[in-house]
Nanobody
Framework: QLQASGGGLVQAGGSLGLSCTAS????????LGWFRQAPGKERDSVAA????????YYADSVKGRFTISRDNAKNTVYLQMSSLKPEDTAVYYCAAAPSRFGIRFRSEDDPYWGQGTLVTVSS
């Protein structure tokens, strides 16, 4: 089970951090990621990190502004977001997929999902 937290309202140009904590065993063997879904749009991958933290992926739209990290000792993955834009407004979901999927896992790979947390960026 994944429990996400940290969403909220922020002004454009501001920063916000998300965290997602997993319960259960085996967390360190999973690729972890953050997806987001804006109203009327598909759920897309934003960032992902390999099981050991050595590899990361970022969508072009967030490169240089978002940073994903993980702490396997705390069973937690983080997403630090800066220079936020109104177009970053969405529900953000953390996700976990077996490491065999790599860091480019998709919604279609049926990962485990957190409950979603809303991020609203005002202009």
């Amino acid at each position: 089970q994944l429990q996400a937290s940290g969403g909220g309202l922020v002004q454009a140009g501001g920063s916000l951090g998300l965290s997602c904590t997993a319960s259960g065993r085996g967390f360190s063997f999973y690729s972890l990621g953050w997806f987001r879904q804006a109203p009327g749009k598909e759920r897309d991958s934003v960032a992902a990190i390999s099981w050991n933290g050595d590899s990361t992926y970022y969508a072009d739209s967030v490169k240089g502004r978002f940073t994903i990290s993980r702490d396997n000792a705390k069973n937690t993955v983080y997403l630090q977001m800066s220079s936020l834009k109104p177009e970053d407004t969405a529900v953000y979901y953390c996700a976990a997929a077996p490491s065999r999927f790599g860091i480019r896992f998709r919604s279609e790979d049926d990962p485990y999902w957190g409950q979603g947390t809303l991020v609203t960026v005002s202009s």
